[in-house]
């Protein structure tokens, strides 16, 4: 019964890449013509969206918001748990109304027409060279003064044991919402690990259905102005982990 689950999960991967990789095909050249134009870089963004959406149906993946509390004025920094691709690719349909841009990890340079997107559009991270990590750093506060909001996930990437166990966040993020003087929009995802593992997993689990998301009341400037980063950090990790230990109590158990 197990390799028959893993089969259909595996088929389920191969559907996904299947309709994504279409699109990305489909979507390519209006990319590239966007982008050639700097004053039509922001369309980007819409195209994102209905990209999202197009995978969102197509794909079977209707987004139940269990908390949708109010989204302040842009711009914002949002920082979300990070189990799954469908973090990122969601996220467009999830918060379409203001333009972000994402702060990742640069090895994603290297994906295959990703890599093409990403590395115009948002702020790769070189965690591993200090020089190119600063430099980054102060791209990410330009976006923010061209108007764009901020997605961060502060674990730092995922790992494919224990989840949908929280790695502990870096401070790296609440500095930057210091520096900026922007509010704080905490999400959590809670079962995207299991409606879509990692691809490279043969015994990952795929299938459809709800996207369960809690959009948390956002952190006030003000707020923050009165708590230390390391305190501010630990704050957010207990706001975006609450969901995840109340749907997963074993999370609860001391190791």
Same mark, same amino acid.
């Not at 987004?63 to 004025?73: F, L, T």
């Not at 494919?160 to 922007?182: C, D, H, I, Q, W």
């Not at 593992?197 to 459809?208: E, L, V, W």
């Not at 969901?243 to 190791?255: C, D, F, G, M, S």
């Given at each position: ?5 893993? =089969? ?9 890449g ?14 590239i ?30 987004? %139940? ?19 799954? +691709? ?5 996220? +467009? $349909? ?12 640069? *090895?994603?340079?290297? +994906?295959?027409?990703i ?6 559009? #948002? ?9 190119? $990590?600063r ?24 790992? #494919? *044991? ?7 966040? %870096?401070?790296? $993020? ?16 809670? #079962? #995207?690990?299991?409606?879509? $593992? ?5 015994k ?9 998301? +809690? ?6 400037? *003000? ?9 501010? =950090?630990?704050? =957010? ?9 109340? *749907? ?8």
């Amino acid at each position: 019964m197990r390799w028959i689950i893993y =089969c259909l999960s595996f088929l389920w991967k191969i559907y996904i890449g299947i309709i994504f990789g279409i699109f990305a095909l489909i979507l390519y050249p209006v990319f590239i013509i966007l982008l050639s134009v700097k004053s039509w870089r922001n369309k980007t963004f819409h195209v994102f969206t209905f990209w999202s959406w197009v995978i969102r149906v197509l794909c079977f993946y209707p987004v %139940k918001k269990i908390i949708n509390s109010p989204i302040p004025n842009a711009p914002y920094i949002v920082i979300a748990n990070h189990t799954s +691709y469908l973090d990122i690719f969601l996220m +467009y $349909s999830i918060l379409p109304k203001n333009k972000f841009v994402f702060l990742g990890k640069s *090895e994603i340079l290297s +994906y295959p027409l990703i890599g093409t997107f990403f590395k115009d559009l #948002n702020v790769p991270v070189d965690r591993k060279n200090k020089k190119k $990590s600063r430099k980054s750093y102060f791209e990410a506060i330009k976006k923010v003064e061209e108007g764009y909001s901020l997605i961060i996930f502060p674990e730092g990437g995922y790992g #494919n *044991e224990g989840l949908p166990k929280m790695r502990p966040f %870096k401070e790296g $993020s609440f500095r930057l919402a210091k520096t900026l003087n922007v509010p704080l929009i905490p999400i959590t995802f809670t #079962n #995207n690990f299991k409606l879509f $593992s990692d691809p490279t997993i043969f015994k990952g689990t795929a299938h459809p259905g709800f996207v369960r998301t +809690y959009i948390h009341p956002y952190i006030t400037v *003000e707020q923050m102005n009165n708590m230390e980063i390391t305190e501010l =950090c630990n704050h =957010c990790f207990d706001i975006i982990n609450a969901p995840l230990l109340k *749907e997963y109590p074993h999370l609860n158990a001391p190791e």
